[in-house]
Each structure stands twice: as C-alpha cells, then as structure tokens.
C-alpha cells in the first residue's frame, strides 16, 4: 500500500485522498444534532459530530453515530414503486415519478368523488419536519382526516400541557436544587447525560421514578420503582404529602392556580392506607422524597411518555406538582416552551398553525374524534387509533384510501388490526425510506431522500435556525418529501397557491412575519435569528396563561364546562389493569421502554444495530424467572388475550418483580401484536403500552 | 508516546465508541467477528458495570506470528499490521489476552489504533466519538 492508499483507507480528510468533510444534520431524529460527513466521491463513508454545531456540540448518541448504515441501509426505496404482487408479498414494479404522481392523484381523486373527501386520511408517521405540508395538503385536498403517529407517542403529554398551562413546557434543569426524573433515562443521550451530571456536580438533588432499574437509578438521590401505568397515584399521593405538611406556596396558587380544592380533594385519596397497594412502592419512600423535595426547592420536572391509561392524568398531575410547590415560570423550575414550527420550539412564532388552519374543513368531525371529545378540543386532527374502526367497521364512517408518509403498522397495539385495515384499503400510497413491512403493503410507494440528500428547516436552542444544502445526491430517485406534497398539490389541481409555489416558497410564507427567509440561515452553519427572544420568568403568569381562565387549570374548565363527555376535571387515578384479567395474565407488559441503540423502527435491519444492542427480548426479574423455570437465553412465549409472540429471555433486575419489558416494533418480535387496542385513556384514546396484563412460558424446544 | 486509556468510572455503556469503530473500520456483521471494539453495561446484584475493550497495543502478537506481518508503529507505538502475507492461522488471536485479533477471509483484521489518524493528527474514532471522557487519548 502506497501512503496516500492507507490515508484513504484510513478516511483521511484531503486533497490527496479526495476526502471532504461536509457539515450536515444527523438523519435519524428530529434533535438536528451537527454531524461531519467525510465525503469521497459523493458518497458518505464516515459521519461524526460536528464541533461547531448547536446540536450536540461534536457529539451524537449511539443512533446518530449509526446514521452512515441508516443512510445506505440495504432496504432503502430508490425508485417509485407500483405493487405488482400482493399486499404485503413484496414484488413490485419500477415506474416513474409521473406515472406514480399520475396513479395517485387519480385514486385519491376517485375515491373523493366516490365517497366524499372524508374517505381519505393522509397520514404522517414519525419524523416531523415535514408535518406542516402535509397537513395542508390533506385540508387542501379537502379531508379533515389528517392523522399523525403522535396520537399514540407525543400528543397526550402536549395535551397535558395545554389544558393545564396553555403551552408545552420544559424543565430549567441547570438552575434547579432538585430534579424529579419521571420515566427518565438520560443515558441514552450524550446531551442529556453531561446536564444531569454537571447538575448533581453542582449540588443538585435527583428523584428518579420509573418502574425499570435502569442507569438513572445509579446515580439518583432516590429511586422509586412501581408497578407499571400506577405512577399517576404516587404522584397525586405526593400532591397529598405536599399540601398536608404545608410543603406548598400559599400565596403563588392563590394568585395563580386555578381548582386547587377540587385537585386537593382527589389528591387526598392516595395516602399511607393505600398507596404500596396500589403502587407497589412504599408510602415512606415516597414522603422521603416530598422531603427531599421541599427542602431544595425550586423543582424542575421531566416530560414523560404516560403510554397507559392514566397517561394524560399523570403528565397533568406532574403539572400540578410543579404549581403547587410555585414552580411554572420561574428560574429552576418549568418553563414555557411554545413551540416555533411542528414540535421544535425556537423561542419566536412561525405561522405554521395558521398556514394549517386557514385551509382546514371544519366538517365532518376526524375520524375518533367523536369518541374522543376532549381530543377533539385540542388536537382536531383524526386520532389514528381509530384508523382500523373506521377501515374495517365504516365508524363513524368508512375510510377508503390513505396517503402516507412513512406508516408503520407496528407502532399501533394489536397491529395485525391495523394491518388488516391497510389490506381492506381501496388504494394505499405509502412515501418511505426503507421498504418496511408497511411500504409491502402499499400499491404506490415513493422513495424519500433523508436528511443528508435535501435540506429542510431546524431549529435550536437559543434561537439558532438552519437549512443545511444537501452534502450528497439523493440516493437513486429519492425525493425530499415536502416536495412531493407540493408536486402533488400541482398535478392533483389543488386550490392552494401556496404549495403549489414551490418548497422554499412556502416555507418563505410561513415565515413571512420573522426577519429571516430561508436563503437567510442556508449558510454553512447554524445562525441565531433576530427574532429570537429568550423566556423571562414570571413573564407568562404575569401576562396570563392561554387558558381559559388564563391561570394554572388544576381543574380543567373545557371538562368543566363539557359534563356530557363524562371525563373528570382533575386529574383522577382510575385502575391501572382489568383486575379480571389478573388470575389468568399475571404478569404486567410494558412494550415500548425505550434503548440507547434504537429508535422505534428507525434502526431495524441497521448492521450495527444488532452488534451493538443483541436481539430482541423479553426482560425479566430473576424471581419471577425462577418461579416460572426460566433461564437466561431461554426461548419463551409472551401471551395476552390480543395474542402471543416468541422470544428470547433475558432474566435481569432491570425489571420490576412481576412486570416485563420488550422494545417494540421490532418485526422479529412485534410487541405492540399483542397489546390490546381496546384499553384506551378516555382522555386522548391513548393504549396501555406501557401496562397491558400478560402470561409467560417456555416455549416448545425447537 | 500517546496511548488510548480507558476510565471505567466515567463510561456511560453507551456503545458509542465501538459503533464509531464499526464506522471508521466498515464492520459488516457478515465477517462473523465481533467488532474491534466492543462495549456496553450489564446489572447485576444491583450495580451497573459499564466496558469499552478492544486491543490493548501490549505486543504479545508480535512475536507469535510466523510471518512477521504485525510490527510496532515507530512514530505511534500502535501495534500494526501488513496482511499481505498473513495465512490466518490465528496464532496471534491465541496468543491474545483479550482476543483483538480476528480473521475474516483468511487474513488477521484487529484494532490499529486508528494509526493513519494519529499520524494525521486526528483521534482514534473511538476517543473522538465518547461523549463522557470514559476514552482518551493521552
């Protein structure tokens, strides 16, 4: 080997080895973390973090540090695709982008004019960037019925928010005396890791509850470990704590809060009697904590995924915690965090809403909104949970045609439903970068481009706003997917002027009250904005919450004022579990917990994924796995009344005694197959991902 | 001269370092070999124990091999190798405390520490990619 042969294969950045590195974002998440792409020959060959970049500051998580394998996965979509096989076999067809925009805007146009334009949904899985035009698109085409997969992920939480604050809110964690950690694993991210240290380093107290062992509980101050989907009593039995000892601020809810009696009144039922009944976790830990808590005051709080039933009641309650103790709006506690654009807060307004909601039909009702009024309320998009109801049973009416971008069966509980109401689809247009099991079931599929092939807008914090240039071609016809939707609003004759103007275009309009328009921040690095104002405490409470009553709604006065839909104000325990279900399903599941070297389905396939974190399995407490003759490595099968699945077992005290863990949608052993759909948080029509009941044996040797 | 030094007390277990090494080196899970890194946490008796292993640069191999392909790096003090005329006999993975080296197609495949970077002035991908300080370069 020559010098310059071993600097290459070394990847070596330089005119004598061709290689350049080009700043670009990490693909795999919405977190925009700086990455460098060494770039040979216009293609990728190593990524790292990028120094200079306000995500990550040169560093990216075990995900992100995969993103070159994510980029050249063996599955990617290259071309347009019409299905020439059956549903889900998987053999389909190269055709053109024309013929595919052509296929589309006719079938979709069919069935509008067949069944009305309620009978399609456009869908949009999980990333976000793009949310803004596809949301249009779907009003634009006429359908209410645009739905996200955060209507089973992120929106119970946001709804939260709403109802008791009016905003997303954050935790100001760097200036807090103590940190409640719920569900809260910052070893998954290098970011959130390096604060919670420097945190305890500078004297910070750490509560951590969540009812695995994970890494969190090493260097938590206090552990509290409870019995899935149960956390929304422990925290109401320390709203109790609170208030009783006086641990509260008087004079800040007298100025602030609004329904502290009623919320006082339901908090006061979970106490010494009956909380480790309920709970699993001992009424003394839990004062331990509310002392621990009062005297280092002020708290900051993380967001948590409540994937249970009790799931929007406990992101309330955990609200309330913080106004009680006179912690929203002030410096160490919660902060608002209006969101900027999607789900990215950037501390200045966009008109994105308004662009969505000035094209909006308000008739009929989303599918599931019906059933799910208070939804309704705040969200007014269709709650997909309810996709497989209307597919398969026409409620409240049939939906005969969905758009997607990026679906994935697998995420839904009982997915072969959704599966089978993909199936009975007269048409199913499906936009991806990986041909998934999902994208096998459409009759169109479209190949995306992912982050490092196009540019799309990100926002960080402090102010600072990029759209990166593209640091590669897209891979084989790829195609941003923002243009797609606006190709479509072109080819299908949309009344929408604005899409049909073209990308850039549009996101200009949607800026159009800022300093800045896209050619601004499209240099080679992040640039903070003008407009960018920096929260000051007590600004919010001082100026009015946007809430009705404009305070802290402990007792939400849109339930208040809505007795018909049979929902209660404050936030109310109600079981966790079926109890009949008990005797037969002893174990609880909790599908979804989730692991530093996956990304829901992101990685599935990855090469390194697998070196890197092993199959998946089924993690149980070594005393439940003695008890049931299971050792580690064993093969078993996990059953509930949805169905069963076969897996490894790893027998670890990572799991509580009588609950088990399985990362989901994975398709070697597909979870969320056999998490029941019809368990719902009446509140969002949210699943109990998170505690389902199960029974577990050994399977038959192979 | 520089060495890659491990801290266990400030590993995470995230497996960063040995995904950039799966990065850097082009690691295909179809060479049937571990990594040349390999990382992680595992619980047990209520305490979490976090590791970062790959080859430790001692040497040991150098002598084994009959053919002389592994030799020291002067300027870096890596321990290196010239797979032209190695046979995969595995000699040197025998004679290996901590099993770096791997044969894939026939030849020897291990660790170099990143030898062409430090040569470049760069880290070895591993040290450059841990967020927590758990790998340095020193």
């Known amino acids: 080997m020559t010098e310059t042969e071993k600097r290459i294969a070394a990847k070596i950045p330089g005119e004598d080895t061709g290689i350049e590195i080009k700043k670009s974002v990490c693909p795999v998440c919405d977190r925009a973390c700086g990455i460098n792409a060494y770039v040979k020959d216009g293609k990728i060959i190593k990524i790292e973090g990028c120094e200079t970049s306000p995500g990550g500051k040169g560093f990216l998580c075990p995900r992100g540090i995969s993103a070159r394998g994510y980029i050249y996965k063996k599955d990617r979509v290259l071309y347009p695709l019409k299905r020439v096989g059956e549903r889900g076999e998987g053999r389909f067809e190269r055709i053109s982008w024309d013929e595919a925009y052509r296929t589309i805007a006719e079938k979709l146009g069919a069935v509008k004019a067949q069944y009305g334009p309620q009978a399609v949904t456009v869908y949009s899985g999980h990333t976000k960037w793009y949310r803004t035009f596809v949301q249009r698109f779907a009003y634009s085409f006429g359908t209410p019925n645009y739905a996200t997969e955060s209507s089973c992920c992120f929106t119970h939480g946001y709804m939260a928010g709403k109802s008791v604050l009016g905003f997303n809110v954050g935790p100001d964690m760097k200036n807090a005396g103590v940190f409640l950690g719920w569900s809260y694993c910052p070893h998954r991210d290098p970011r959130d890791l390096k604060a919670v240290l420097s945190f305890k380093k500078n004297g910070g107290k750490l509560i951590v509850v969540d009812c695995r062992r994970t890494q969190a509980a090493e260097i938590a101050d206090i552990f509290l470990q409870p019995i899935p989907g149960t956390d929304l009593a422990i925290i109401l039995c320390m709203a109790n704590i609170l208030i009783e000892n006086g641990w509260i601020d008087k004079e800040y809810i007298d100025k602030y809060v609004y329904g502290f009696d009623k919320f006082r009144a339901a908090a006061a039922k979970y106490g010494k009697d009956n909380i480790e009944a309920l709970s699993g976790v001992k009424y003394e830990d839990i004062y331990k904590a509310c002392e621990l808590i009062h005297g280092h005051l002020p708290m900051a709080i993380n967001k948590f995924n409540g994937h249970h039933v009790n799931g929007f009641n406990a992101n309330r309650a955990l609200y309330a915690l913080s106004a009680i103790t006179g912690c929203y709006d002030v410096k160490g506690g919660q902060s608002p965090k209006p969101f900027a654009f999607q789900h990215m807060g950037g501390g200045f307004k966009t008109l994105d809403r308004e662009f969505c909601e000035a094209k909006r039909p308000l008739s009929p009702l989303p599918i599931g909104c019906d059933k799910f009024p208070l939804w309704n309320w705040y969200e007014h998009e269709a709650q997909a949970i309810s996709i497989p109801d209307s597919v398969l049973n026409g409620e409240p009416y049939p939906t005969k045609a969905i758009m997607a971008f990026g679906l994935n069966y697998r995420m839904w509980p009982d997915s072969q439903r959704m599966k089978e109401a993909l199936n009975k689809l007269d048409f199913f247009a499906d936009m991806d970068l990986f041909l998934t099991d999902t994208a096998k079931m459409a009759d169109i599929v479209l190949p995306a481009a992912s982050t490092v092939e196009r540019s799309d807008l990100k926002f960080y914090p402090g102010g600072y706003m990029w759209y990166p240039a593209p640091v590669i071609e897209p891979l084989g016809e790829s195609r941003p997917d923002e243009q797609v939707v606006c190709d479509l609003a072109e080819i299908m004759d949309l009344d929408d002027p604005v899409l049909r103007s073209g990308v850039v275009a549009t996101y200009d309009h949607i800026l159009r009250d800022l300093s800045f328009k896209i050619k601004d921040v499209s240099g080679p690095d992040p640039v903070k904005v003008a407009d960018f104002k920096p929260w000051q405490p007590m600004q919010a409470l001082t100026a009015g919450l946007p809430t009705p009553t404009r305070k802290i709604e402990l007792s939400c006065s849109v339930i208040e004022d809505h007795p018909e839909w049979g929902l209660c104000s404050v936030p109310d325990y109600m079981p966790a579990f079926d109890e009949k279900e008990a005797a037969e399903y002893p174990l609880v599941l909790v599908a979804g917990a989730r692991n530093k070297n996956r990304f829901h389905s992101r990685l599935t396939n990855h090469p390194w994924e697998r070196a890197a974190a092993g199959e998946i399995d089924i993690q149980i407490h070594p005393d439940d796995a003695a008890e049931l003759g299971i050792k580690d490595g064993d093969r078993v099968v996990v059953e509930t009344r949805t169905g069963s699945i076969e897996l490894k077992a790893s027998v670890t005290e990572v799991s509580r005694r009588g609950s088990v863990n399985i990362y989901h949608d994975d398709p070697s052993a597909p979870a969320n197959d056999i998490i029941p759909s019809d368990r719902r948080d009446p509140y969002t029509g949210f699943p109990a991902f998170k505690s389902s009941r199960c029974r577990i044996r050994k399977a038959a040797s192979r | ?138």
Not at chain 2, 20 to 34: H, I, L, V
Not at chain 2, 71 to 78: A, L, P, V
């Open chain 2, 1 to 138: 001269m520089k060495k890659i030094v491990f801290r266990e007390e400030k590993c995470a277990g995230c497996n960063i370092c040995s995904i950039a090494c799966m990065d850097q080196n082009d690691y295909d899970p179809s060479w049937g070999t571990e990594p040349f890194r390999t990382s992680g946490c595992v619980l047990k008796d209520g305490k979490y124990k976090n590791w970062s292993t790959s080859c430790v640069h001692c040497g040991r191999c150098i002598d084994v091999c009959p053919l002389t392909c592994i030799s020291r790096d002067k300027e870096t003090g890596m321990v290196v190798v010239d797979d032209t005329d190695c046979i995969g006999c595995g000699a040197c993975s025998d004679a290996c405390p901590v099993s770096a080296p791997k044969i894939v197609d026939g030849k020897m495949r291990k660790c170099d520490g990143c030898n062409e970077r430090i040569k470049a002035g760069m880290l070895p991908a591993c040290v450059r990619a841990c967020p927590t300080g758990a790998l340095s370069f020193e």
